[in-house]
Structure formats: structure tokens, C-alpha cells
């Protein structure tokens, strides 16, 4: 099956799985595939239209072959930043290395005499996840948030008084 095929079964009525599985491969594929060849579902006229210049090159491509962005339909190709919403990973990752790295440092052996605080039900459980997640020790954990959370508020930690 070529692309102007697949094209003209989408326009025609056909769903996407059904023209998938027609074509013989995956309903995600022919989407890749229909974008990489500048295809696009025109809401508005409720149908897939070829945006570029060249039909005769692009549009005559088998669906099973490997479809690649030609140089003349690239301005016509929505880049997959477009298509997706990004995520700021490398914000929620440099916390969490950040966090890694502070837990580290912590002295273990400063952790050992007991000291009683209460928590809600929910932060106990929200503390509890992220060391059975992360596999730190929970008291070198709250050790750690706490910290953070005294340099957030700008409190200065203090020696004992004896």
C-alpha cells in the first residue's frame, strides 16, 4: 500500500487501526509515518491532507518501507517538540541528584541518639516511599530535608549549649 492509498482510505471513512492493519503494521507506526510525510488531519475540513509540495514524490512511497522527512517536505513537517509537551526533567533530576549528593554527606554516626518528633500520617508515609524508593535510611533522610528545609527558611542551625 503507498501513502496516497492509505490517504485516500483515511478520507474515505477508514480509521487509523483499520488502514494500520490493512498496511500490515502498527496504528502508532502509520501516524509516524503520515507526520513524517507531511500528512496531517485537517480539523477543520475533517480530513488528512498532504501539506507539502511534492505529492508525486512523498505521497508514492510504500507504507511497509521506511518513511523518512524528505528535504522538500521538511518545512511542512511539525518538529516532534511541537507535537509533545516537554518536560522539565533536568529541573526534577538535578533535585534529585541534589538530594542524592546531601545524603551522602550526612555522618551517620551523628544520626545515632533518638530524638521523638511527630508527623502527619501522610508526610510519615510521603518519607517512608522515598527512602524505601531511593533505599536511604529514613533518619539520614529526614536529616536531610530538614536541613534543606532550614536553609529554605534561612535558619541557622545551633551548637548545644552544655
Known sequence: MKLIEALEQLNNGKSIAEVAAMAGIN??????????AAIEFDQEENEYKYKGIAPEESLSRDVKSRIVVLLVDKPFVKKKQENRTPINVEENFDLEYKMFKDYLKVDHSL?????????????YNTIKNLSIEKSFKINALVNVLLQRGLEYYKVDLKEKDG
Open 27 to 36: 496504528e502508532k507506526d502509520l501516524e509516524r509515518k503520515l507526520a513524517n
Open 111 to 123: 544520626l545515632k541518639e533518638k530524638k521523638t518528633f511527630f508527623l502527619t500520617e501522610k508526610m
